[in-house]
């Protein structure tokens, strides 16, 4: 198994430390793996979904995929924060209704 260092800012590092705890997983190492397959996994079915699509689902796929990855990154990860702007990523206290719906990105 290969070794790969990433550095992380304090709040992530801290993120991650408690994903691991809460979640079961024995180290940082586990819980980024588990990510990492997720991602691959995401991307696989994306693949076969736009190979089989028509061109007009294809284009609306890749679109929806961009928005829904775009969206996800920005709540977790946030945006550059102005001081006093309310935090906006998801956590574990994040209601469902403060989600965007994704029959809301259907043409």
């Known amino acids: 198994m290969s070794t790969m260092i990433i550095s992380l800012p304090e709040s992530l590092k ?8 809460e979640r079961g997983y024995g180290t940082s190492s586990e819980y980024v ?3 990492i397959r997720r991602d691959q996994e995401r991307l696989q079915l ?3 979904l736009l190979t089989g699509a028509s061109p007009n689902l294809r284009q609306w796929l ?4 961009s928005m829904v990855c ?23 206290h994040t209601q469902p209704h403060q989600l965007r719906p994704i029959n809301s990105l259907l043409p």
């Open 70 to 92: 775009e969206s996800v990154s920005t709540r977790l990860l946030g945006p550059a924060q102005k001081p006093g702007s309310e935090d906006k990523r998801i956590n574990r």
């Open 46 to 48: 994306r693949d076969l």
């Open 62 to 65: 890749m679109k929806a995929t």
């Open 14 to 21: 801290a993120f991650v430390d408690d994903q691991v705890n």
């Open 33 to 35: 793996r588990e990510l």
